[in-house]
């Protein structure tokens, strides 16, 4: 036992881990299992699975391919797991995930049902004092926020009357774990991003009358997921180092390349057929498997808007509910890209009724149903497929207190600042995995890269004694404004949406993320560490002196030792 900040006794531990998601799972299993480290995991969920935990919404499935949307780390997890297809379902992604934590022993360091509250950095002792809302107090070394960007922080708009409505009332990213019966309910859904494109189809398939309540159309390609069959995925097992190669050094996280060519240099022919033979494939490889300026040229972008928006108008029947749901106000995959089963057939059926929000804006709830600026919709069920406060909200729910006090709610009041999306500045022995302002796309790609990262990292600490890592402010302004200028030549900057925090009234509106490749991303890391971990200073105090009787260690930063320039 030691004596936490307060006073309050607390237990020791090398590491806690918040979060056990794809992200905390796999960090306890190389902080655990290869460092031999004391570790703990918190996670809020009464299970784990993280995302896959949480999401369980009608239709919710990933949209990476089954194959690379897991982990690559274990040659006989990925022999021995079998897909039943291309894109798994939420319970088969649950499945995975529990077969994880059971198969690598991880349950038993792995607190479910439990929130961790605060976190503060004690610069006496160099630990971080942690505490849950079950009261436990925790001394660790090490923090690592393995929170995600997404799931632990839905986005409930502040609609007039929410409390008003007497019906059933559901945020897809809180749905129930018991079935929700919808059968011959008049159903509401306000949203059209990822989850609502998914969700809409199942629930006409169930409702009496579905009203879609759409504000922006979006972009969506078709999945096809009936087109990956056993033989294939066979094949990329037998094939899994090369698979995982290119995954790993790609733009995306998934193992395609774009094909070399502008866009504007096919003549319109050549261009209909490369747009012909990815839209019949389906699924991301319609973006990260095509012409190389897609993303950032307008021109070229242009291009691929059009012919998406011709798509849309052929398969939905009523000319006027096309034109509706053709996306007009932002590029091409400007906004996180959707992939659809099913969504644009949906609104040919009769009980289902598009309603445009933003010409007819949303006024209130009422005790009955909805009502928008013309009329009102009497409603049993409503549900809100309307998003997250992504990336930096996961972050912002808890109180992080770093080196002399400093609030992390108050140093990113303008905007996330971190060094490589894995540290921040005056917060010492804090790492982020995918924090704001590490890389973007398949995610588990991502995740690994940045679980393995942080695992040498600590290593190196250990052995050499070090108590204390920190980034350097300089380097972690140079990230920013490195990603920032990486954002501004794609066409991310022009479309509003979660990317960007533009979906969060009053949220700062930039870039959260770096925009640049997953393989740029990976190689400036690499040469952080072989610069000797450039950008970062390191700090050695007498290991845990003082922490039984809450005296002062060493002066904090007694010996610092800065190493090399920052990539
Ligand atoms: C519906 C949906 C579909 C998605 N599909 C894809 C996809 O196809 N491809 C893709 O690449 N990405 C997808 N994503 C993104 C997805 O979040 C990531 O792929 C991945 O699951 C993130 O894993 P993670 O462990 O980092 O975070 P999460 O899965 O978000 O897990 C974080 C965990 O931390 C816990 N937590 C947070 N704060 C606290 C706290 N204070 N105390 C205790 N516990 C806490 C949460 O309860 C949560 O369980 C999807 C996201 C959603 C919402
Ligand atoms: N694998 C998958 O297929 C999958 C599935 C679900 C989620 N995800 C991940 O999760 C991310 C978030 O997806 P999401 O669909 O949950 O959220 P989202 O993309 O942010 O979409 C939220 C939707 O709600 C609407 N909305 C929000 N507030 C509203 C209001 N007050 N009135 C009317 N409409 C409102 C938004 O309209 P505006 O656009 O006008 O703001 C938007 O259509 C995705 O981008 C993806 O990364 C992936």
Redesign the pocket.
Known sequence: MTRAANGARGEELDAVIIGAGFSGLYMLHRLRDDLGLSVRVYEMGQDVGGTWFW?RYPG?????ESYVYCYSFSRELAQEWNWSGRYPEQEELFAYLSHVADRFELRRDIRLSTEVTSAAFDDRTDRWTVRTGSGETISARYLVTAIGG?ASAP?L?A?EGLSDFRGEAYH??RWPQEPVDLTGKRVGV???????V?TIPRIAAAAAELFV????P?FAVPARDEMVDRAYLDDVKAHYDEVWDRAHWSIGGFPWQHNGRSALDDTPEQRRATFDALWAEGGFKFIYGSYRDLLTDRRANDFVAEYVRARIRERVADPRIAEQLLPVDHPFAA??P??ETNYYETYNLPHVHLVD?RRRP?ERLTASGLRTSDREYPLDVIVF????D?VTGPYLRFEVEGRNGVRLADKWAAGPCSYLGVAVSEFPNLFMVTGPGSTFGNLPVAIEHDVDWITDLIRYLRERSYTCIEAEPEAEQRWVADMLHRAERTLVPLA???LTGA?IPGKPNRPLIDFGSFSNYRRVCERVVSAGYSGFRFGSAVPDAGVETGQPSLVNGAVWVTTGREA
Request: aromatic residues 8%; proline residues 2%; positive net charge.
């Open positions: 999401s919710a499935r990933c949209d990476s997404l986005h708009p609609i897809t990213g306000i949203g059209t991003g990822s989850t609502g998914q309540f759409q504000r922006s979006q906004r996180r959707i992939v929000v949303i497929a309307t998003g997250f992504a509003d949406s979660w979906n």
